[in-house]
């Protein structure tokens, strides 16, 4: 069983930063791939972030140079630290693993979701 635990969401003045935290824990053998996604009401789910293998990351052009991910192996833990926020950065913020519990099992799952609200 694994789990993925994102923390960190929370209410933000424009211009205001946050950092989440995913912290994967249970049977992991191997990770593919680590990222973010983020869905806004009435959008889709859309990418944010991401580590394509264990050292590049990856960013979606709207949140270049605002946020940065970073990951801390030792914890199991990702992490997103978003920096000048702004109202259009507001959604749910979803944590994404790619991993092999086994050297044959792949699987994806999602973290529960965690609200970033950007507002004056």
């Known amino acids: 069983q694994v789990q993925l635990v994102e923390s960190g969401g929370g209410l933000v003045q424009p211009g205001g930063s946050l950092r989440l935290a995913c912290v994967y824990s249970?049977?992991?053998?191997?990770?593919?791939?680590v990222g973010w996604y983020r869905q806004a009401p009435g959008k889709e789910r859309e990418y944010v972030a991401g580590?394509?293998?264990?050292?590049?990351?990856d960013y979606a052009d709207s949140v270049k140079g605002r946020f940065t991910i970073s990951r801390d192996n030792s914890k199991d833990t990702v992490y997103l630290s978003m920096d000048n926020l702004q109202p259009e950065d507001k959604a749910i913020y979803y944590c994404?693993?790619?991993?092999?519990?086994?050297?044959?099992?792949?699987?994806?799952?999602w973290g529960q979701g965690t609200q970033v609200t950007v507002s004056s």
């Open positions: 994404h693993l790619n991993f092999y519990a086994t050297e044959e099992e792949e699987y994806k799952m």
């Open positions: 249970g049977r992991i053998f191997s990770i593919n791939t």
């Open positions: 580590y394509p293998d264990h050292y590049t990351t």
